[in-house]
């Protein structure tokens, strides 16, 4: 459970965040909002990138505004990026054994780890087969096997099926669904494709212009009349 309180973010006279409050239940949560509303700001506060100027953050009951970056990824943070950040060069092992090094996991595990991670996403093939030779889909997968290896606590989720066609972003929300019940780990999904996130996620968050617009379980906040007016982009209703 991730209990977000009062958090503030400014950047000169910009405020990505404005008092975001939410609680984000255990499960699979979502984070939607239009284009500059926050959502990435969020996932680079929880994971040490940027420092709030105000508010707290307490995830599974301890202060994660306290711990520096690096303590944040062997407690268990992990996410993916809107940008891949799969070495090109190196395989599918190497570049899920780089994140494995970074947990609380000890090495005699690592390649049971690894492999196991490898197996979770369904990524078929050679796992020593260099990334650069990989479609988009199954570089979408190496990211998500990067964020599952070593018992994350907390998975982030950026955008993870933007630009894949129906089938293999189907393929993907089988592995999201999965990641709570054979991984331990709480997921928080951003995400632009509403039936992802109507499939996957039990409640949803909606920021629109750093401020938290609503927030409950994920049909309910989806036919919520303000979030239609400010993300759906449909006309308002009298």
């Known amino acids: 459970m991730i209990d977000v309180s009062d958090v503030t973010v400014r950047f000169g006279g910009v405020t990505p965040l404005d008092g975001m409050s939410v609680r984000f239940e255990q499960g699979i949560c979502g984070l939607i909002g239009p284009n500059g509303a926050g ?14 100027v105000a508010g707290t ?96 606590r907390l998975v982030l989720l950026d955008e993870p099926a933007a630009g894949l066609p129906d089938e293999e972003t189907g393929h993907l929300r089988e592995v999201i669904r999965g990641i709570p019940e054979h991984m331990g780990a709480q997921v928080i999904l951003v995400d632009h494709d ?3 996130v109507s499939a996957v996620c039990e409640m949803t968050a909606v920021l629109d212009f750093g401020r938290l617009l609503a927030s409950g379980p994920t049909a309910e906040v989806l036919r919520d009349e303000r979030v239609i007016r400010a993300y759906l982009g449909t006309e308002e209703v009298a």
């Open 39 to 52: 959502k990435t700001t969020f996932f680079n506060v929880l994971s040490g990138f940027v420092r709030p």
């Open 57 to 152: 953050i307490t995830a599974f009951g301890e202060d994660l505004l306290k711990m520096v970056h690096f303590r944040r990824a062997r407690w268990g943070v992990r996410r993916t990026f809107q940008t891949e950040q799969a070495i090109e060069e190196l395989s599918i092992y190497e570049n899920v054994a780089m994140i494995h090094e970074h947990s609380k996991m000890k090495g005699g595990s690592r390649r049971e780890d690894v492999l196991g991670a490898i197996e979770f996403v369904k990524l078929e093939g050679d796992p020593y087969a260099k990334v650069r030779t990989l479609g988009a889909g199954q570089r979408r997968l190496v990211e998500v096997a990067r964020a599952v290896v070593g018992r994350p």
């Open 194 to 196: 509403m039936s992802l």
